[in-house]
């Protein structure tokens, strides 16, 4: 029995060979780089401890270096389960929820089918090519102009027009011999009601042609050119070779880009993919005329396990990216997620890069906030919560989203983070006229009016100096640095670079890349801090221990954090909450950041040693035996108050 190349072509878009070979390696996670599909591992086919086996999961394609087997997703399977060609179609088909061809003398007729009518969109999309460039199109080459795009760009997405005609299409092609039947199949025709010949159904519109993952014609989009056009974009229908529901425009070149020209964006129309992917950002993909199906979803994290939504800032975004978010909330797990930016005034990718430039563009993508974000702003945003009844109702409704999550260590994580921010939004020290909900600040270089631990720019810059020789680390500690707030503001720009850059770089290149994309000589001076030179890590070529150290200085940071922001709330809370309580925070604060110390060198040479043995600084323990005593003061003089 032969497989439909069409039923091969789908269930390798729907399996991802990563997650297959995945059940049988480990991936080393100093080599690869999930963003890009590109996975490494030791052979399971010959015994060996180095990384020779390569994954690349866009081109759905490994091969190892040492005993040179190589194949697809199907390969693998065959190979590794001992199965032939046929059962190990069955069986990804079963994981993938296809239902494998029957018996059927009549599949190789349907397939031809299928191949006639990619021939006859592929015919259409010449002529409609044609009719652009004739004197008919110079109205539609006008308004193209003034969007921006200039003669090589339309040839490079293959734009056509359809004249403003009944039969112009359907004249030409039959007129090559064509049937009507293949064009009414290929949705070029419309039966006409009164039993005359089919006409055309796109005329007097401008013609963006879709191609699949192959970069074969399969549909079109048509925008109208006559602004009293009821339908401003008209997409052809469902087809035997085009399904709206499983087809995204604009996916065969982004797959290529993804990764490597940045972070794959999903837009909302062609003319937004085609902007962005003419300013710089080639990744861009759009739904055609429907909203993101599970379908697209699989697509998406096929191609990057965390697409950006970038949608326009008005309600109507809005709306589409909840809807995208409750979509997505049973699908997500760990690698498989996605970030959301609304365009600011609401505006679209192609009003903004117009009228900003593709800095900016890039800005609003870093930007993008994670789907806890708008979930929480959605539940909260423009409600009071001025009684424990609403609290609980809230809490009972993001309880209830949250419970749609399937995959359990995501749940507890949105958990986390919803209490978080309910914990930011009912602080009691919040004033009355400020318990409207609003979006909580991204977390940014941080100010603190208690100041700055003694040694915590010394400790961020030994963090940055060691991502910058390891940027494998980067992937490694990503968590971490999601948690980090960096004192510093130029750390914190040094560290946005290198979190968007390291992917792409290995140490040689990066901190030339940082360098060039921050445009100052923050990195040179950062890098020219004596302290570094001591630091073993940086010294030699020891990824393990360059590892050991960087989680040693991220907790000292992390704790010292903790710390920061208790005193912070403390020196606040001094009149109100002058109590045990607040001492016992500040001590179980303070011993955080001791236990993070023990048993590494200190950097200072002016310490004392408690009774536990612990070493600590003398200015921070003189700093905070002196807040104490004000703590002291301010209980006393509450006391003398209320007596």
């Given at each position: 029995?032969?497989?439909?190349?069409?039923?091969?072509?789908?269930?390798?878009?729907?399996?991802?060979?990563?997650?297959?070979?995945g059940r049988k390696?480990?991936w080393?996670?100093?080599?690869?780089?999930?963003?890009r599909?590109?996975?490494?591992a030791?052979?399971p086919?010959?015994?060996?401890?180095?990384?020779?086996?390569?994954?690349?999961?866009r081109?759905g394609?490994?091969y190892?270096?040492?005993?040179?087997?190589k194949?697809s997703?199907?390969?693998?399977?065959m190979a590794?389960?001992n199965l032939?060609?046929?059962e190990?179609?069955?069986?990804?088909?079963?994981?993938?929820?296809?239902?494998?061809p029957?018996r059927?003398?009549?599949a190789?007729?349907?397939?031809d089918?299928?191949?006639?009518?990619?021939?006859v969109?592929?015919?259409a999309?010449?002529w409609?090519?044609?009719?652009?460039?004739?004197?008919?199109?110079?109205?539609?080459?006008?308004?193209l102009a003034?969007?921006?795009?200039?003669?090589?760009a339309?040839?490079?997405?293959?734009l056509?027009?359809a004249?403003?005609?009944w039969?112009?299409l359907?004249?030409?092609?039959?007129?090559?011999g064509?049937?009507?039947?293949l064009?009414?199949?290929?949705?070029l025709?419309?039966?006409s009601?009164?039993?005359g010949?089919?006409?055309?159904v796109?005329?007097n519109?401008?013609i963006?042609?879709i191609r699949?993952?192959?970069d074969?014609?399969i549909?079109?989009g048509g925008?109208a050119?006559?602004?009293?056009?009821?339908a401003?974009?008209l997409?052809?229908?469902?087809?035997?070779?085009?399904?709206?529901?499983?087809?995204l425009?604009?996916?065969?070149p982004a797959?290529?880009?993804?990764g490597r020209?940045?972070?794959?964006?999903?837009?909302?129309?062609y003319m937004d993919v085609?902007?962005?992917?003419?300013?710089?950002f080639?990744?861009?993909?759009?739904?055609?005329?429907t909203?993101?199906?599970?379908?697209?979803?699989a697509?998406?994290?096929?191609?990057h396990?965390?697409?950006?939504?970038?949608l326009?800032?008005?309600?109507a975004?809005?709306?589409?990216?909840l809807?995208t978010?409750?979509l997505?909330?049973?699908l997500?797990?760990?690698?498989?997620?996605?970030?959301?930016?609304l365009?600011p005034?609401?505006?679209?990718?192609?009003?903004?890069l117009?009228?900003a430039?593709?800095?900016?563009?890039?800005?609003v993508?870093?930007?993008?906030?994670p789907?806890v974000?708008?979930?929480?702003r959605?539940?909260?945003?423009g409600?009071?919560?001025?009684?424990?009844?609403?609290r609980?109702?809230?809490?009972?409704?993001l309880?209830?989203?949250?419970?749609?999550?399937?995959d359990?260590?995501?749940r507890?994580?949105?958990q986390?983070a919803?209490?978080?921010l309910?914990?930011?939004h009912f602080?009691p020290?919040?004033?009355?006229?400020?318990?409207?909900?609003?979006?909580?600040?991204?977390?940014?270089?941080r100010q603190?009016g208690?100041?700055?631990?003694?040694?915590?720019?010394?400790?961020e810059?030994?963090?940055?100096?060691?991502l910058?020789r390891?940027?494998?680390l980067?992937?490694?500690?990503?968590?971490?640095?999601?948690?980090?707030?960096?004192?510093?503001?130029?750390?914190a720009?040094?560290?946005?670079?290198i979190?968007?850059?390291?992917?792409?770089c290995?140490?040689a290149?990066?901190?030339d890349?940082?360098?060039?994309?921050?445009?100052?000589?923050?990195?040179?001076?950062?890098?020219?801090?004596?302290?570094?030179?001591?630091?073993?890590?940086?010294?030699?070529?020891?990824?393990?221990?360059?590892a050991?150290?960087?989680?040693?200085?991220?907790?000292?940071l992390?704790?010292?954090?903790?710390l920061?922001r208790?005193?912070?709330?403390?020196?606040e809370?001094?009149?109100a909450?002058?109590?045990?309580?607040?001492?016992?925070r500040?001590?179980?604060?303070?011993?955080?950041m001791e236990?993070?110390r023990r048993?590494?060198?200190?950097?200072r040479t002016?310490?004392?040693?408690?009774?536990?043995g612990?070493?600590?600084s003398r200015?921070?323990?003189?700093a905070?035996d002196?807040?104490?005593?004000r703590?002291g003061a301010a209980?006393s003089?509450?006391r003398?108050r209320?007596?």
């Amino acid at each position: 029995m032969s497989l439909p190349p069409t039923f091969l072509d789908e269930l390798r878009d729907r399996v991802s060979l990563s997650a297959v070979v995945g059940r049988k390696v480990i991936w080393d996670a100093r080599k690869s780089n999930q963003g890009r599909g590109d996975m490494w591992a030791p052979c399971p086919f010959h015994q060996e401890k180095t990384a020779s086996f390569h994954v690349d999961d866009r081109k759905g394609f490994y091969y190892c270096f040492g005993c040179h087997q190589k194949g697809s997703v199907f390969d693998f399977v065959m190979a590794t389960e001992n199965l032939g060609f046929m059962e190990a179609v069955a069986r990804l088909a079963a994981e993938a929820g296809m239902t494998m061809p029957q018996r059927d003398p009549r599949a190789a007729e349907r397939e031809d089918k299928a191949s006639r009518l990619i021939d006859v969109t592929e015919a259409a999309a010449r002529w409609f090519r044609l009719q652009l460039a004739s004197a008919a199109g110079r109205p539609a080459r006008d308004y193209l102009a003034r969007r921006g795009l200039d003669k090589a760009a339309q040839a490079r997405w293959g734009l056509g027009l359809a004249p403003d005609g009944w039969r112009g299409l359907c004249d030409h092609l039959t007129g090559q011999g064509i049937d009507d039947r293949l064009l009414l199949e290929a949705g070029l025709a419309r039966k006409s009601q009164n039993g005359g010949a089919p006409y055309d159904v796109f005329r007097n519109r401008l013609i963006f042609p879709i191609r699949d993952g192959r970069d074969r014609t399969i549909a079109f989009g048509g925008r109208a050119l006559d602004p009293a056009d009821n339908a401003k974009y008209l997409n052809s229908p469902q087809t035997p070779i085009f399904d709206k529901g499983r087809t995204l425009y604009n996916v065969g070149p982004a797959r290529a880009a993804a990764g490597r020209e940045g972070p794959l964006i999903v837009a909302e129309g062609y003319m937004d993919v085609i902007a962005l992917s003419e300013a710089g950002f080639p990744a861009t993909v759009a739904p055609l005329g429907t909203a993101i199906t599970p379908d697209h979803l699989a697509m998406l994290w096929r191609i990057h396990p965390e697409p950006v939504l970038a949608l326009d800032g008005d309600r109507a975004g809005r709306q589409a990216a909840l809807r995208t978010i409750d979509l997505a909330l049973p699908l997500i797990e760990a690698g498989r997620s996605l970030r959301i930016c609304l365009l600011p005034g609401g505006q679209d990718p192609d009003d903004l890069l117009k009228s900003a430039g593709r800095d900016a563009m890039r800005e609003v993508l870093a930007g993008a906030e994670p789907p806890v974000a708008l979930i929480w702003r959605r539940e909260t945003e423009g409600r009071v919560f001025d009684s424990p009844e609403r609290r609980a109702a809230l809490e009972r409704r993001l309880n209830d989203i949250v419970g749609r999550i399937r995959d359990g260590s995501i749940r507890r994580h949105y958990q986390t983070a919803l209490r978080e921010l309910s914990w930011q939004h009912f602080n009691p020290r919040r004033t009355k006229a400020s318990q409207r909900a609003a979006p909580p600040p991204p977390i940014v270089a941080r100010q603190s009016g208690a100041g700055a631990l003694p040694d915590t720019t010394l400790r961020e810059s030994v963090v940055l100096a060691l991502l910058l020789r390891y940027p494998a680390l980067c992937i490694r500690f990503a968590a971490e640095m999601e948690r980090m707030e960096f004192l510093d503001a130029a750390h914190a720009r040094i560290a946005a670079a290198i979190r968007r850059l390291a992917p792409d770089c290995d140490s040689a290149m990066l901190a030339d890349r940082v360098a060039h994309e921050l445009g100052d000589d923050s990195l040179e001076k950062m890098l020219s801090l004596r302290h570094l030179g001591v630091v073993p890590a940086l010294k030699g070529n020891d990824p393990d221990l360059a590892a050991e150290c960087l989680a040693d200085e991220i907790g000292k940071l992390i704790a010292g954090r903790g710390l920061l922001r208790e005193i912070d709330e403390a020196m606040e809370d001094f009149d109100a909450l002058a109590d045990e309580a607040l001492t016992w925070r500040l001590r179980q604060a303070v011993d955080a950041m001791e236990r993070s110390r023990r048993g590494q060198v200190e950097d200072r040479t002016e310490f004392d040693v408690a009774p536990n043995g612990v070493r600590i600084s003398r200015d921070e323990r003189s700093a905070f035996d002196g807040l104490l005593d004000r703590i002291g003061a301010a209980r006393s003089s509450v006391r003398d108050r209320r007596t």
